[in-house]
């Protein structure tokens, strides 16, 4: 079950498809910096999925750590 204050989205990564739960304003910003790159959203959450360093990393992390470096380096 995912928490009221979370949106969960559906994604296909590597041929499989995975649910990824984050807040609203991340899913906007990951939406925004998608469009900023001319690429769909899914395409953006594939490319941070295949850049993680450490793969224990949860992809959730990985999209909000993301979301706030552009959000950093756009402020």
């Known amino acids: 079950m995912?928490?009221?204050?979370l949106?969960?989205?559906?994604?296909?990564?590597?041929?499989?498809?995975?649910?990824?739960a984050l807040e609203p304003p991340f899913w906007a910003a990951l939406e925004a910096a998608a469009r900023r790159r001319g690429i769909a959203l899914a395409a953006l959450v594939a490319e941070i999925d295949a850049g993680r360093a450490d793969p224990a990393i949860p992809l959730a992390s990985a999209l909000r750590l993301f979301a706030l470096a552009e959000a950093q380096r756009r402020g």
């Not at 995912?2 to 204050?5: E, F, G, L, R, Y």
């Not at 949106?7 to 990824?20: F, N, W």
């Open 7 to 20: 949106e969960k989205r559906s994604v296909r990564l590597a041929g499989h498809r995975t649910s990824v």
């Open 2 to 5: 995912t928490a009221p204050h």
